[in-house]
């Protein structure tokens, strides 16, 4: 069963911050996902990747496999940029739907 | 993509009863699952919902206390029974829309999720 690690687990930073959000993972993936996550409990999908980079306005996600790790970077930082980010890899062993979660981190943007 | 609603968006409910959740997609999908949130915690999947069929229920849970429905490829509903304070969560739909251009794994989506709480 993969193992997900988050750093930080909470970050608070100032508005116009460069933010970066860390995963790692223990086994070998197909396919890693980024979730936002607002105070209300909704979640939105904002990558999934299996390789390299993706950006998406003031959002990027890279990924390198051979280590085994991914960030999530937010330029320009705002306070609507505040929930929680989990990061979901989709491996052999991770139930039905095939991912694990991680614990999220907890961004919150001060103005 | 898809767009998930779920009804109602929180509930607070009493010891003892039950609650039922609704989970309607735009579109047909292939999979359906049911998540569970507890407060401070990653998400848990509950069961994958299976068209006309019993639900697959992982470990620890059972279809006695989270009976799951899905009468087609676009709605299901997932009973939350006889709750405790324990059931205090958030109840996340999840979908994966029906393969298109080759894709082997398609993103899969999520609902805006019920938020219970149990007194």
């Known amino acids: 069963k993969n193992e997900v690690e988050q750093s930080p687990q909470n970050l608070t930073a100032q508005e116009g911050e460069f933010i970066t959000i860390n995963c790692s993972y223990s086994?070998?993936?197909?396919?890693l996902h980024w979730l936002q996550q607002h105070p209300g409990g909704g979640i939105v999908s904002l990558f999934m990747?299996?390789?390299g980079k993706k950006k998406h306005g003031r959002l990027i996600a890279t990924i390198n496999i051979q280590e085994k790790h991914s960030s999530l970077h937010i330029t320009a930082s705002h306070p609507r940029d505040s929930a929680v980010y989990i990061c979901?890899?989709?491996?052999?062993?991770?139930?039905?739907?095939?991912?694990?979660f991680g614990k999220g981190t907890h961004l919150i943007i001060q103005p | 993509s898809a767009v998930i609603s779920q009804k109602p968006s929180r509930d607070i409910c009493q010891r003892g009863t039950s609650l039922t959740i609704q989970c309607q997609v735009d579109?047909?999908?292939?999979?359906m699952f049911w998540y569970r949130q507890q407060p401070g915690q990653s998400l848990t999947l509950i069961a994958t919902?299976?068209?006309?069929?019993?639900?697959?229920?992982e470990s620890g849970f059972v279809i006695d206390k989270f009976p799951i429905s899905r009468p087609n490829l676009t709605f299901s509903t997932l009973t939350v029974s006889n709750m405790s304070p324990e059931d205090s969560s958030i109840y996340l739909c999840?979908?994966?829309?029906?393969?298109?251009?080759?894709?082997?794994?398609?993103?899969?989506?999520f609902g805006p999720g019920t938020r219970l709480t149990v007194l």
């Open positions: 999840s979908v994966v829309p029906k393969a298109s251009g080759g894709a082997v794994y398609n993103e899969q989506f």
């Open positions: 086994v070998g993936i197909s396919a």
């Open positions: 990747l299996s390789s």
């Open positions: 979901a890899v989709r491996s052999e062993g991770g139930g039905a739907d095939g991912l694990t």
């Open positions: 579109s047909q999908v292939t999979m």
């Open positions: 919902a299976n068209q006309g069929s019993e639900a697959t229920y």
